[in-house]
Structure formats: structure tokens, C-alpha cells
């Protein structure tokens, strides 16, 4: 009887594998007609200086309109993006996008404004990827300043050598820098000082302990370490008034989250950096 069993389980198995793979296929094949077919949209997410309250940049946020499934969010199909090398196509249009929304933004005399981008390890270690970059931005006519890149904390401390060369060859561009989801992955702090990087963002499941014991260690240490390193820190996924509260006591620079805005189509972006939201108080 268990001999059956364990039998019938092999096959239960191996056809939940297949439908898996079968799956993984087709999301491959829609995902490589998606940009094409206009189904990419970004959104645009601020981020708020916690002295002034000012709007002063925006996080670009990819979502898929699919003609079926409706909107699909990054984490259902990036890692599928990543294995299969449509990252790069996705990433350089969205970088396009940015450049779009950069030039939009100026248009309206809204300057000094930054825009990041999520960038994957795979784009990063492209040979070309900086001097192409340097061609989108020159062609579109942004300044490299007000772009930024984001690149997670594992994905840079994964092949740390690598990253480091390459993070300064797009230092030198003009590009900001920053690590992002800090501290959920294992950081060696001797490459940390030598990443030419502007920014650190905390992870915001460091935030979800402010929530449930009204502080967290963790936060506060990693503010002074980005200061220390002469970066400046951002928290993101910041939901409530205790949160902002224990950033601005604890000096953190900028926030993003729920708290003020979640992303926003370019068109509502515009509208909120022509009326001049602010955070309040
Ligand atoms: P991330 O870069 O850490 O982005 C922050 C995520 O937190 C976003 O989820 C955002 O919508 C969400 N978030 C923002 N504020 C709050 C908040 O107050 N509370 C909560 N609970 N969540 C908040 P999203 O848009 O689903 O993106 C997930 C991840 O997908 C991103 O994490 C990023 O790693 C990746 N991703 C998104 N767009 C791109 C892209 O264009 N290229 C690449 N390579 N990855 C991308
Ligand atoms: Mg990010
Ligand atoms: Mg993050
Ligand atoms: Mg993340």
C-alpha cells in the first residue's frame, strides 16, 4: 500500500512540475510580446524629504497590464524576466520611460527632480551597460543627475567585486546611487565603504517593528551607518504617523510609503509636483 502511494505521489509530483514549467513558458512567451504591445506601465512613487516635506524625487515601479489577467505586479514576473534574460529589454525601456518622464517633468519647470529605476544584477553586469547609458541619457537629454539607479543590497553583495567596478563606472557618469532593500541581505562593510553609492534605503520590514514595539535597533543603526559612510538614507514603505515620527526623531533624510503616496501614473505625479504637496508638519 505505501509502495502504491508513494508511487501515485511521484506522479502527483512530477505533473504539478510539468503544469510549473508549462506555466513558466508561457509567461515567458507573453512577457517577450508585453513591451511590444505597449502592456508595461510604470508607476511613480514620491519620495519626500523629511526637513522640508518637499516632493524631491519619485521611485519607477513597473506594473504589467495584461489583456487577460489584468495588472500584474513585479514580483510575478521579474524573477521570471531575470532568469531568462528579458530583464534587459524590460530595463532598458523602463529606463527610457524614466528619461520620458524626466523631460515631461522639465517641461512643466519642474527641475532638480530625480527618478530612479530598480536595476537587476543581470543589467548591471552587461559590458556595455554604462556607455549605453550614457547614449539613452545624452539622446534623451537628461541630465545624469537626475537619474537614479537601484540595486539591492544581495544582488550587489552577491558577486561584490564585480558590482564594485561596475557602480563606478556609472558613478562617473553622474548617476545617483542607491542600495536598496538594506539589511535584508548579508553585507561584507568593508565593501560597503567602497561602494560609490548615495543612498542606503532600510528595508521596510524594519519599519513593521516601529508598529508592533514602537521602535526598531535595526533602523536606527543603519541611519547612523549611511551617515557615517556619508550616504544619505531613505526609508521606504512607510504607513504611519509613529513610523514618520521615529524617522524624523532619528534623522533619516527622505521617506516613501503608503504614509503619503503609494505610485502614481505620471499624469497624477504632475499634478501633485504642480500643486506642491507637501508632507505634513
Ligand atoms: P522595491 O524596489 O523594494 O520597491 C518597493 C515596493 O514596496 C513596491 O512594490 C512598492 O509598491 C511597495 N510599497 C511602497 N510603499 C509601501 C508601503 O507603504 N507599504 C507596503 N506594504 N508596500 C509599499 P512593487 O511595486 O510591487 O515592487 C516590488 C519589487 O519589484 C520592487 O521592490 C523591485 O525590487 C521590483 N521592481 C519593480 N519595478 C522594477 C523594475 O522596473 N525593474 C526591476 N528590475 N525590478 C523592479
Ligand atoms: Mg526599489
Ligand atoms: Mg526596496
Ligand atoms: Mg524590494
Not at 544584477?121 to 539622446?139: D, E, K, M, N, P
Not at 565593501?191 to 526598531?216: C, M, N, W
Amino acid at each position: 500500500h505505501a509502495k502504491s502511494l508513494g508511487k501515485n505521489n511521484c506522479q502527483f509530483y512530477s505533473m504539478e512540475l510539468n503544469q510549473v514549467v508549462h506555466q513558466h513558458l508561457l509567461l515567458e512567451a507573453s512577457l517577450s510580446r508585453a513591451i511590444g504591445n505597449h502592456e508595461m506601465v510604470l508607476g511613480y512613487q514620491p519620495k519626500v524629504d523629511l526637513r522640508t516635506g518637499k516632493v524631491v524625487g519619485a521611485e519607477a515601479l513597473v506594473r504589467w497590464h495584461h489583456p487577460i489577467n489584468g495588472v500584474v505586479a513585479p514580483d510575478q514576473f521579474i524573477p521570471v524576466a531575470e532568469e531568462s534574460g528579458l530583464i534587459v529589454p524590460l530595463g532598458e525601456w523602463v529606463i527610457l520611460e524614466a528619461c520620458g518622464a524626466l523631460k515631461a517633468l522639465e517641461a512643466l519647470g519642474i527641475e532638480d527632480f530625480v527618478i530612479s529605476v530598480n536595476l537587476s544584477a543581470r543589467q548591471l553586469r552587461q559590458r556595455q551597460f554604462a556607455s549605453q547609458l550614457a547614449r539613452t541619457l545624452a539622446h534623451a537629454g537628461v541630465n545624469p543627475r537626475n537619474l537614479e539607479l537601484e540595486v539591492t543590497e544581495s544582488q550587489l553583495m552577491d558577486h561584490p567585486e564585480e558590482a564594485m567596478e561596475a557602480l563606478a563606472e556609472l558613478k562617473a557618469l553622474g548617476v545617483r546611487l542607491s542600495i536598496d532593500d538594506f539589511g535584508t541581505g548579508y553585507s561584507s562593510l568593508s565593501y560597503l565603504q567602497k561602494f560609490p553609492v548615495d543612498f542606503i534605503k532600510i528595508d521596510r520590514s524594519f519599519l513593521g517593528d516601529v508598529a508592533e514595539h514602537g521602535h526598531t535597533v535595526i533602523a536606527r543603526a543603519i541611519i547612523a551607518l549611511g551617515h557615517n559612510l556619508q550616504m544619505k538614507v531613505i526609508a521606504e514603505g512607510v504607513e504611519t504617523r509613529e513610523q514618520l515620527a521615529f524617522l524624523r526623531e532619528h534623522d533619516c533624510d527622505q521617506m516613501q510609503g503608503y504614509y503619503f503616496s503609494p505610485a502614481l501614473s505620471q499624469a497624477s505625479l504632475e499634478e501633485l509636483l504642480c500643486r506642491d504637496a507637501r508632507l505634513p508638519g
